[in-house]
């Protein structure tokens, strides 16, 4: 039980206003008090926890800018790379490797990827055929990428199906696409749920079939949700290696085809980062490098993919 | 002709056959694309059990309990890899969850300007999109060397305990754990920042209303109000972490012989995919997809138990 202050009380901020008022002082922050002490000690945590998951990003940033970027040349971008003792050399046909495998691996994900989720979207009525795709997605999603490396080596590189030919880009292109179908069907999907029903119901009313209503009126209004998952999907593809080190293999040589054993830049690093050459080490900095700017590119034209819609 | 019928305004024109076969062709089309991730998943499963079944008729669940992985006398038992995989990933998850929660606490909790709070939230993002074989690179040159006084002073110190029990020579069980922190804290951060984001306001607003400090409310009221999205997101980190390849491959050193040290190299499931299948045949072809479809059912089981938690704890607001 608590007297009431008077108003004229000195040092007292808050007029009373009964006999269940304020106690004096009782509305001014005091730091000493323990429940405070432990606020600033834990935003000081989270702070520090906030510092240390953001420095291995400015590191790893650092290293791959200075130490990669340093080395890059016109003639380390356009030669093979050198013998294992020599010198010099360059990452040439890996990146023109890195851009085919994934151009492929583009051109397989997408359609299947918009396909389901158009199926999704727009046709399925919530029936247990769409819950097993979208639970199916979820797995899928899941999977690790090596595993989707032993599938492809079991389903296409082991049978040699394509004209005798075993390790192939052709190959590597298709467990990167596996890997990368999930993420575009769930941005399709979520992309095309996102867009007003009137749109749908007003181009039904003039007449145009359930197709036409789709590729002209829906699909365009959902580009940009669809175009950021699918530049998101192609940035991560681009930087596996998992799926590629026993389907695409690796090769010394420029590409001789879609049919053959193809150099990734992504490959490339795990191959020569662990070679006791320093040639070798040094290229592999310098694919970290163009391989990180491509993926950071990509990245953040993805952010501007997305901001388009909201603008 | 009808007797009545109007002008041709009013007569009902039908499609012509050829737009109505491309209707619902085009559903078809669909349907059939959808179907793929059916097939695909199908087709995995396939691959990887079909392949395994020689293993597992001559190896049986001793393949599991045994760690001698001998390609010269074909005798393969997987528990070395398999405690590496169980190992790494749940260190990781143990140092990574704090952080990663504390973080995306950092990033939604009005502590820093919005500008800043955007930029760093950049930042973790960004983190997600490196390669990991990048990481790897980056590990092997850079962190590894770094780490290596620290980890001989656990040695010298600590090595009494099993689990620091050997002299850290270079690639190792502890640099790959911490690899996969780096890999697994943007996950879990933008799933926890998601998740805390979601929460209505009125909640927080209201806590603070009845005069909580700021961890008052994080911790009583905003905390277990995004409990689901949070494990939720761990659980896939999980998942992650257990099949996360390339940087622990060229990180942990690809020891058979099991130890319990910490900072021996050893082996994950994955890092044993990545460098005996390219050159394996014979039985030991089998027993690495034997191998890969315990790492299949345990990452499959993790990501179910994760979709459970998600459902299970969800609080609903309305």
Redesign the interface.
């Known amino acids: 039980m608590h007297t009431s202050l008077s108003p004229q009380a000195p040092g007292s901020r808050i007029p009373a206003a009964s006999a269940g008022g304020f106690q004096r002082g009782s509305l001014t922050f005091r730091p000493q008090l323990s ?2 002490r ?2 600033a000690v ?2 000081g ?6 510092t ?3 420095l ?6 650092a ?2 800018l200075i130490k990669g970027g340093s080395l890059i040349s016109f003639s380390l971008l356009t030669q093979l790379p050198p013998a294992p003792g020599l010198e010099g050399g360059g990452i040439g046909n890996a990146i023109v490797g890195t851009l085919l495998v994934t151009a492929i691996a583009a051109l397989i994900a997408i ?2 990827g918009v ?2 989720g ?3 979207a ?3 009525s919530g029936g247990s ?1 769409a819950s ?2 979208r639970f ?5 999603a ?10 492809v ?3 296409i590189v082991s049978t040699r199906i394509f004209f005798g030919q075993s390790y192939s880009a052709m190959a590597g292109g298709i467990a990167l696409a ?1 890997l990368m ?2 993420t575009v ?1 769930k941005t399709t999907d979520e992309g095309l749920k996102l867009v007003p029903q009137e749109l749908r119901l007003g181009a039904l009313g003039v007449g145009a ?3 036409v209503t ?2 002209h009126i829906t699909l365009p209004a959902a580009f940009s949700p669809i175009a950021t998952g699918i530049v998101l999907g192609i ?2 593809a ?5 799926p590629l ?2 389907t695409a ?1 690796f090769s010394p040589f420029w590409p001789e085809g879609v049919f053959n054993p193809i150099a990734t830049m ?1 490959v490339l ?2 191959n020569f ?2 070679m006791p050459y320093q040639a070798q ?1 040094s290229l ?2 310098a694919a ?1 490098f163009v ?2 700017l491509m ?2 590119a990509a ?1 953040l034209l993805a ?1 501007w993919l997305s901001q388009l819609a909201r603008a | 002709m009808r007797l009545d019928s109007g002008p041709d305004l009013f007569t009902l024109r039908r ?1 012509p056959v050829s ?2 076969l ?2 619902r062709g ?2 078809w ?10 097939l ?2 199908l ?2 499963l396939l ?2 059990m ?2 395994s079944r020689q293993a597992i008729s001559a190896y049986g669940l001793a393949f599991l309990t045994t760690s001698n992985w001998d390609p010269v006398g074909d005798q393969y038992g997987a528990l070395t890899a398999i405690y590496g995989t169980i190992v790494t990933s749940a260190l990781s998850l143990v140092i990574a969850v ?6 995306a ?3 939604t909790e009005n ?1 820093i300007p919005t500008k800043l709070r955007d930029i ?1 939230a ?6 997600a ?10 590990a ?3 962190m590894e060397p770094f780490l290596r006084p620290f980890l001989s002073f656990l040695y010298t110190r600590l090595g009494w305990l099993p689990v620091f029990s050997t002299d850290p020579q270079g690639p190792g069980m502890a640099p790959a754990i911490l690899i996969l922190v ?1 890999m697994i ?2 996950i879990i ?1 933008a799933i926890a920042r998601d998740s805390l984001l979601q929460v209505p306001p009125e909640l927080r607003q209201a806590a603070y209303g009845i005069g909580t ?4 409310a ?1 911790l009583q009221v905003i905390l277990p109000a995004a409990v689901s999205g949070i494990a939720g997101g761990v659980m ?1 980190a999980l ?1 992650r972490a ?5 940087a622990v ?2 990180i942990i050193g690809n020891s058979n012989n099991f130890s319990w040290s910490l900072l021996a190299p050893g082996n994950t499931i ?1 890092s044993m ?2 460098n005996q ?2 050159e394996a045949d014979g039985n030991q072809v089998s027993a ?2 034997y191998a ?1 479809l315990v ?2 059912l345990l ?2 089981l ?2 179910v138990l994760a ?1 459970w938690v998600v459902r299970r704890l969800s609080l609903k607001y309305t």
């Open positions: 429940r405070n432990w606020n834990l935003t945590l989270a702070g520090l926890a906030t240390i998951a953001v291995p990003l400015v590191l790893v940033l290293y791959v359609p299947v396909g389901g158009i199926y999704l727009e046709y399925s055929f097993f795709v199916g997605t979820n797995v899928l899941g999977v690790p990428s090596i595993i989707c490396g032993v599938f080596y079991g389903l596996v179908i999930p069907i079939s359930k197709m789709i590729t940035a991560r681009a930087g596996e290696t998992a080190i026993f293999l992504s690093i795990y980062a662990i080490i592999a900095w970290s391989l990180v993926i950071l990245n952010r | 499609r737009d109505k491309a209707d085009f559903r089309l669909t349907v059939a694309l959808a179907s793929l991730v059916g695909v998943l087709g995995i691959t990887v079909g392949g704090p952080l990663g929660v504390g973080t606490i950092f990033l502590i760093l950049l930042m973790v993002e960004l983190l999109a490196i390669p990991s074989v990048v990481l790897g690179l980056w092997i040159f850079v780096v804290l943007p951060t400090t700021r961890w008052g994080i896939l998942g257990m099949g996360e390849t390339m491959t060229m994955s995919l990545a299948f390219g690495l997809m890969a790492l299949m990452t499959l993790v990501n979709q």
